[in-house]
T-cell receptor
Framework: ETGVTQTPRHLVMGMTNKKSLKCEQH?????MYWYKQSAKKPLELMFV???????ENNSVPSRFSPECPNSSHLFLHLHTLQPEDSALYLC???????????????FGPGTRLTVL | KNQVEQSPQSLIILEGKNCTLQ??????????LRWYKQDTGRGPVSLTI?????NTKSNGRYTATLDADTKQSSLHITASQLSDSASYIC?????????????FGKGTKLSVIP
């Protein structure tokens, strides 16, 4: 195990539902990330948090809303999603964003999301 | 445009054989290159991180090479095992003018069969 846990591991939701993905890291890291992984596409970086402050938002639609209440927890709130949002959502953490450099990242197992 | 291209897209080899995965990138300015292994249903796990000055780096049966002049990297797997079956992802970090960006390849899916 990498020290990064994600719940739930699988989620099926309708387009009108509201759900949240949870990520927790037990590594004492200061930076956390959300990625989207779709079939046959590269990983897409969605959000980056450093010391609980959002430092990057890669033009992600507003139906995805991140929350980082402390350096160990990261949430991704979902509402009115579309079928094309079905993907594997990965959380990662790294020791810190020293000088903006992305240090080695440790990934969680991901949440497999299906939007009907 | 920063891009990372990996080849082959997929590969099947017999257990015990060696194989080499390729990664070509157009990312600039270059900061470092990483190889990740992603088992089915799991998140990626880092294998190596290579900076500009490093040509070769090993991690057990995995050996990564980097040619910064031609902007190519390879991941060589020696004496493959069934547990090597996974997707291998090449990632390049570029940095410049105070900004940083990770560019991911689509990955090579390796299947090791008995």
């Amino acid at each position: 195990e990498t020290g990064v846990t994600q719940t739930p591991r699988h989620l099926v939701m309708g387009m009108t539902n509201k759900k949240s993905l949870k990520c927790e890291q037990h590594l004492g890291h200061n930076a956390m990330y959300w990625y989207k992984q779709s079939a046959k596409k590269p990983l897409e970086l969605m959000f980056v948090y450093s010391l609980e402050e959002r430092v990057e938002n890669n033009s992600v639609p507003s139906r995805f809303s991140p929350e980082c209440p402390n350096s160990s927890h990261l949430f991704l709130h979902l509402h009115t999603l579309q079928p094309e949002d079905s993907a594997l959502y990965l959380c990662a953490s790294s020791p810190r964003l020293a000088g903006g450099v992305y240090n080695e990242q440790f990934f969680g197992p991901g949440t497999r999301l299906t939007v009907l | 445009k920063n891009q990372v291209e990996q080849s082959p897209q997929s590969l099947i080899i017999l257990e015990g054989k060696n194989c080499t995965l390729q990664c070509n990138y157009t990312v600039s300015p270059f900061s470092n290159l990483r190889w990740y292994k992603q088992d089915t249903g799991r998140g990626p796990v880092s294998l190596t991180i290579m900076t500009f000055s490093e040509n070769t780096k090993s991690n057990g049966r995995y050996t990564a090479t980097l040619d910064a002049d031609t902007k190519q990297s390879s991941l060589h797997i020696t004496a493959s095992q069934l547990s090597d079956s996974a997707s291998y992802i090449c990632v390049v970090l570029n940095s410049g003018a105070g900004s940083y960006q990770l560019t991911f390849g689509k990955g090579t899916k390796l299947s090791v069969i008995p």
